[in-house]
């Protein structure tokens, strides 16, 4: 992975510049993701099936002997002022507000969250990464589910499970960022398998690696260049509403366990019932798409794909103009196999599905037909995060 080497060298070089020539103890990484399908559907204890990107984070560090941590960011070029370890939040405190730069609550969100035991000791860290920022690609949760690797290894230990460790991370990001986002993310960025998409079951979290290594297949991610923001009292946390509100009106406990039938006479509003609509054929075709997939039924998968990108756009309304033209574009050709929008939308990226040998074709006749400048990844199903200390060892001898 060319990408995490590059992170690692350019972290190493920046955490000596800035601390005084001196080398950092612990390196660790977490990849970004592309969502293949199930979109919107985790926070409806639904099923998604993202895959791992070799795009990453990484962070390395070492304790430090002062009283405040000193943090560094390559990836957004800022400096966060020195602070505290951050506390543990006390009980009942919902929403948390910490001080200092937005990227950095990411990293404070959820070294305060692995903090209950005060065992956090004062550090200085260096993060860099080539995941793009605001892209639709989990930017955000490779920075958590680095850090909350990085905290386990500065404290030798914190005994938690994978589930637990992505689950800290969605806490983290409902906390702190006020994102309240689903589990997706968090969960494929820590548990990911090299050439496996991951199938999640967002009510139970089991979870299914499905292989997705031949060789004549692509999965193309290409960047419209249009960034968003999932803010607090945005339009994502919008969508999670009429969802619930939805829900409640159908008698059910979440979107998973309703029915296209239930969508008439619940009295529902129109956008309610759009907004469920999509969450409930959405989850269907990602138990199909799974089927699919293990099958080697690709022009299956690429259907389910196209249709969701359909539902995303006509009732979910999480598309927009960049997206919905990559993806004709991409549709255009029948040999493509499918195309959509991928993450929470309002930019960000799309995912195609494509054989290998129309890879460079699809990719000019994207690029000659969208009306702003493509930014184009042939991705490969990674792993998910881990500690490279020792290749760091190797870089500092
Ligand atoms: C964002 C969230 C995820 C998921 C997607 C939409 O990426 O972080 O939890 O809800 O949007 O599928």
Known sequence: MADLEGCLQAALAEFKAQFGGESPSIAVYAPGRVNLIGEHTDYNDGFVLPMALPLVTVIVGRRSSSKECRL???AVND????FPVPAYPPPGLEEVNLDGPRWALYVKGVVALMNKDGGVPVFDAVITSCVPLGGGVSSSASLEVATCLFVEQLKGGCGLGLVDKAMLCQQSEHRYAGNKCGIMDQFVSVMAQEGHALLIDCRDHATENIPLSDPSLVVMVTDTG???ELSVGGEYNKRRE????AASKMGVASLRLAKLEQLEGSGLTDVELR???????EIARTQDARDALKNGDYK????LMNQSHASLRDDYEVSCSELDELVVLAQTDSRVYGSR??????????????PRDIVEETKERMKAGYSGTPTFFVASASPGAGVITQRLNELCT
């Not at 009429?242 to 509100?245: I, L, M, V």
């Not at 907004?275 to 054929?281: F, S």
Request: include cysteine; charged fraction near 15%.
């Open 79 to 82: 400096l966060c002022p020195p």
């Open 300 to 303: 299956t998968f690429g259907h």
């Open 226 to 228: 249009k960034r968003h």
């Open 72 to 74: 560094v960011s390559k």
């Open 242 to 245: 009429s969802c619930y509100s």
């Open 341 to 354: 929008m991928t993450g929470g939308g309002f930019g960000g990226c799309t995912v195609t599905l494509l």
């Open 275 to 281: 907004r469920a609509r999509h969450v409930i054929t």
